[in-house]
């Protein structure tokens, strides 16, 4: 398809299981993000991926969380040893990776994470 | 406060009337979006402004970098455009988001 693809689109796991969402980016875009949207706090940044530069892991929650970009294209954002708190939806978007960030952000339907 | 602050939280429009929505940030931004997510859907970006205005059929987006304030217009409103409406400015490799505003266009 054209747009950014997610999987899965629900996940429902137990508390302190380890879960893993993917992110399939458009075709040519470098730049990647991961979000997180919470009920009753709106959308938060997670981590961004531009080309091959190290990724800003400036809004990752806490160190059970993780990603990687593989070949420059699909992300996989790691959640380890889930929490209650981690239920949201992820949204993962893609963009061409203008410099200075003017670019429009392609956002994917999300992953709705619930953990019991 | 929020560094990116919208109003109103809540709008509920007959259709045709015209709307606003505002959002205002409080610290140097390289570009303000506007974004969209209807119930149960996935978010559109709408507007990517760094400077002045865009207008894109109905909806017009404009912004004042010296006063930290942008402004969402819809013109002739319709239900289809009753959906969440999200304020978000891009810092370094981030967007920070607004709270969002949920319009309500009745027919």
């Keep these: ?116 | 406060k929020n560094e990116v602050e919208q109003s109103p939280q809540n709008l509920t429009a007959q259709e045709g009337e015209f709307i606003t929505i505002n959002c205002s940030y409080s610290v140097g931004i390289s570009a303000l979006h506007w974004l969209q997510q209807h119930p149960g859907g996935g978010i559109v970006s709408l507007f990517m402004l760094s400077s002045g205005k865009k207008k894109h059929g109905r909806l017009i987006a404009t912004i004042n970098i010296q006063e930290k304030h942008s402004s969402l217009h819809i013109t002739a409103s319709h239900p289809r455009d009753s959906a969440v409406y999200i304020c978000a400015v891009r810092r370094g490799n981030k967007l920070v988001f607004g709270a969002g505003t949920i319009l309500r266009v009745k027919s």
């Design chain 1, 1 to 116: 398809g054209a747009g950014v693809s997610q999987s899965p689109s629900n996940k429902v796991t137990e508390k302190g299981k380890d879960v893993e969402l993917r992110c399939d980016p458009i075709s040519g875009h470098t730049a990647l993000y991961w979000y997180r949207q919470s009920l009753g706090q709106g959308l938060e940044f997670l981590i961004y991926f531009q080309g091959n530069s190290a990724p800003d892991k400036s809004g990752l929650p806490s160190d059970r969380f993780s990603a990687e970009r593989t070949g420059g294209s699909v992300s996989t954002l790691t959640i380890q040893r889930t929490q209650q708190e981690d239920s949201a939806v992820y949204l993962c978007a893609s963009s061409l990776g203008l410099t200075g960030g003017t670019d429009t952000q392609y956002f994917g339907p999300g992953t709705r994470l619930t953990v019991l």
